[in-house]
């Protein structure tokens, strides 16, 4: 009776331990959404840090976008169960074991897009918009840094529009510009600058208006700087406020009195922040200036005058262990260290108006591509 309970027993439990089951494709759970989405963005910091450094060695660049992202599940779970059941002259034995597993594997598939044709040109050549430059300012963005980052000039103040391309044979000087920007900071800081985008009519740009308090000494050095450059469409005194509309359209067809610089312009001039071996510097456009020490975080040489201190890429031979983003090249790697916020900042910010004008081209936005002295 005890031999027949144990081989039924068996019987009924091994179709149901043995069960396996058949891949499927389902969405990926909760921890796995949280690492894809952590190495895209980190795939995509990288490839723009690396094209930034390609720039700086005036070597062609190129943009692979993901265009899909898919995972396949495959879930299973198997078993067994036996039993030993002793019939010899000794004593009576018997012996049910069992055992059970579950495996599970997930398959990725990515599908990239070559950037090129109408995308290229809309998300890295078509200058920035101003009002979506400026609309970053209002979720907190440095204003400083926007204009240094993203404004090829406003007015007749220029912005080291020379930069924004290969290296130039001298140092632009766009000191008049910094003053401009560091003034708009101080005062956004002190919580006195409001900036606005506004669009009142649907076909017409929109408008970049700024206003500050009279009576400061910022305000007033802000005041005669708009008056002075025509920076302004539109400057008025009302109640104690300074307003001026920042002009994105002008009467004269191209002529705009605030223009922002393209994705790639901004790459452009970033690039010539990024620090080189002593062994590359036949590789690159030499260029003939004051000099400064260079620092982990800031811009080397000449540079420092013209780009500040928000952006800075080192170089070293071993991959470096406290890199926020590290990318090989030529033999040795560039960085931008974890402890520069300034530098990993404004390579967000350059990430954002990549994403942006992504979104602009996927709506056939049509806009003037190429402006010579603009």
């Avoid at 004593?91 to 090129?116: H, I, K």
């Avoid at 001026?244 to 790639?264: C, F, H, I, N, Q």
């Amino acid at each position: 009776m005890k031999i027949w309970t144990a081989l039924a027993l068996g019987a009924a439990l091994a179709p149901l331990l043995g069960a396996c089951a058949t891949p499927r494709a389902t969405s990926p759970i909760t921890q796995d959404t949280l690492t894809y989405s952590n190495e895209v963005a980190t795939a995509q910091q990288r490839q723009l840090l690396l094209n930034i450094v390609k720039l700086r060695y005036n070597d062609p660049v190129s943009f692979v976008e993901i265009q899909t992202l898919t995972t396949e599940d495959f879930s299973g779970r198997g078993g067994s169960l036996t039993s030993a059941i002793g019939l010899d002259d000794g004593p009576f034995t018997e012996v049910l074991a069992g055992d059970a597993g579950f495996q599970r594997s997930e398959t990725p598939t990515a599908v990239y897009n070559v950037l090129r044709g109408g995308a290229y040109a809309q998300q890295l050549l078509q200058p920035v918009a101003p009002e979506s430059i400026f609309l970053l300012s209002q979720s907190g963005w440095s204003v400083e840094r926007l204009m240094l980052c993203c404004v090829a000039r406003i007015g007749d103040v220029d912005n080291a529009r020379a930069a924004a391309g290969p290296t130039p044979e001298t140092v632009p000087d766009n000191s008049a510009f910094r003053g401009l920007a560091r003034l708009m900071r101080r005062l956004q800081l002190s919580g006195d600058l409001l900036v606005q985008v506004m669009n009142d009519d649907e076909d017409k740009a929109a408008r970049v208006v700024i206003t500050w308090h009279t009576g400061s000494d910022d305000g007033e050095a802000l005041a005669r700087l708009f008056k002075e450059h025509d920076a302004a469409a539109e400057f008025t005194v009302e109640d104690g406020l300074y307003s001026a509309e920042l002009a994105t359209r002008s009467t004269r067809k191209g002529d705009s009195p605030l223009r922002g610089r393209s994705v790639l312009g901004m790459m452009a001039a970033l690039s010539h922040a990024v620090d080189i071996p002593p062994e590359h510097e036949d590789f690159v456009i030499p260029i003939n200036g004051p000099d400064a020490a260079p620092t982990p975080c800031a811009p080397v040489g000449v540079w420092t005058h013209v780009l500040g201190d928000y952006f800075g890429v080192s170089w070293s031979v071993e991959k470096p262990l406290t890199a926020a983003v590290s990318v090989p090249y030529r033999g040795v790697w560039f960085s931008i260290d974890d402890t520069c916020k300034s530098a990993k900042s404004t390579l967000d910010l350059i990430g954002h108006l990549y994403a942006l004008q992504a979104g602009l081209s996927a709506e056939g936005s049509r806009e003037t591509l190429l402006l010579i002295g603009g």
